[in-house]
């Protein structure tokens, strides 16, 4: 458990997510986001080498033979480096039955494309107590995460452990260590849809 401080339960909203940044502490965590689609690209490209076993680099060259996991799954380098930040969400609940301070907290990938962020960068829109992903069009359940719309209907949301305490909300999932506030930088094209949700 990292339990750091992600952010007053007062700053958080039942209309918008709040976005931040988290890094994977396991060896073994399999990727999401630009990492996964790295992942994917590298190993069709070993693929296409008829060299299963091999650890192509997108530009050709060879990683280090400790390129895949236990279940065989490939690795990017940037979790291979122990560099594999993520970004998430929070949400302030506010139904009926949530406790004035209940708060969730997802990673933000849809899960119809779990390389496609659920924003354009700002947060996730919610309306009507779903989380609004953006690109896709897809509605997730604000209190379970659960797509009640969309090309993922019936999956959910990858949860990330909070909890709140003293009027803030801190990080309780043991899998994940808190890196900052807002949206991963990156140099890469933005892998976002361009479709254009109405919200």
């Not at 296409?48 to 236990?70: I, K, L, Y």
């Not at 490939?74 to 979790?79: I, S, T, V």
């Not at 009640?148 to 909070?162: I, M, S």
């Amino acid at each position: 458990m990292d339990g750091t401080r992600i952010a007053d339960v007062g700053d958080l909203s039942t209309d918008d997510t709040f976005l931040f940044r988290v890094r994977s502490v396991d060896d073994n965590a399999v990727a999401s986001g630009d990492a996964a689609l790295r992942s994917d690209e590298r190993t069709a490209e070993a693929a296409d080498a008829d060299e299963p076993d091999a650890d192509v680099e997108p530009d050709g060259g060879e990683t280090s033979g400790a390129a895949t996991n236990d279940d065989g799954i490939a690795m990017p380098d940037d979790m291979q480096d122990d560099d594999d930040v993520r970004e998430a969400i929070l949400l302030k609940l506010g139904g009926e039955n949530d406790d004035a301070d209940a708060v969730v907290g997802w990673l933000n990938y849809c899960q119809h494309m779990t390389h496609i962020k659920l924003d354009k960068g700002t947060g996730a829109p919610v309306r009507d107590g779903e989380v609004i992903c953006v690109n896709h069009g897809a509605l997730f359940a604000a209190d379970s995460g659960e797509c009640t719309y969309g090309p993922c209907e019936g999956a959910f949301l990858n949860e990330l452990d909070v909890t709140v305490a003293d009027g803030g909300v801190y990080l309780a999932d043991e899998e994940f260590e808190y890196v900052g506030e807002g949206p991963v930088e990156s140099d890469d094209d933005d892998l976002s849809s361009s479709s254009n949700v109405i919200l």
